[in-house]
């Protein structure tokens, strides 16, 4: 069955500092990979999404994140971190074929000035 | 655009009523689904619809009824509230080819719901 995992459930960082956010999945075949955002009181909003192609996907807010097959990763990062960037991160993963979304639990980024 | 829209914001009900949470969206996508968030538990998918009269249970359907007589609204009904389903629920919508799970979800603000 396919899962999400994401490992880290808070992160600190300082701001102006870089940011990685882990996801790894299960998944038997290529996945439809998704990284959204939550800021509180608000839905989720799509920071990029991987399909196929170039393993290295751009987002909106500075955003990107790289699939590795081999790891079974597709981690979140950003060169330097806004305080605005304070909120609950998710990955996701759609399974080829079905109707069906995996979220992970999410990662709670707080953002030090 | 609206998006997708979500009614009430908030609610408290007490164990034992019924109550419906309204979603509608205007962005004519065939895709609809409804989850429900918890700490430490993430999203975890009640019900789907892929299009109008079409619905599916998710992950975790108990407790919970869908209908979809219009392509715009997918309500979820509480039937019997417990205390369990105290949560934050949300709405989500996205454009059907084929294999959906390819396609990014626009989520409504959620339903900050409480049982009592």
Known sequence: AQSVTQPDIHITVSEGASLELRCNY????????????????????????????????????????EFKRSQSSFNLRKPSVHWSDAAEYFCAVGASGTYKYIFGTGTRLKVLA | NAGVTQTPKFQVLKTGQSMTLQCAQDMNHEYMSWY??????????????????????????????????????????????????????????????????NQPQHFGDGTRLSIL
């Open chain 1, 26 to 65: 299960s998944y038997g075949a290529t996945p439809y990979l998704f990284w959204y955002v939550q800021s509180p009181g608000q839905g989720l909003q799509l920071l990029l999404k991987y399909f196929s192609g170039d393993t290295l996907v751009q987002g909106i807010k500075g955003f990107e994140a």
């Open chain 2, 36 to 101: 429900r968030q918890d700490p430490g538990m993430g999203l975890r998918l009640i019900h789907y619809s892929v299009g109008a009269g079409i619905t599916d249970q998710g992950e975790v359907p108990n407790g919970y009824n869908v209908s979809r007589s219009t392509t715009e609204d997918f309500p979820l009904r509480l039937l019997s509230a417990a205390p369990s389903q105290t949560s934050v629920y949300f709405c989500a919508s996205s454009q059907g080819q084929g294999g959906y799970s």
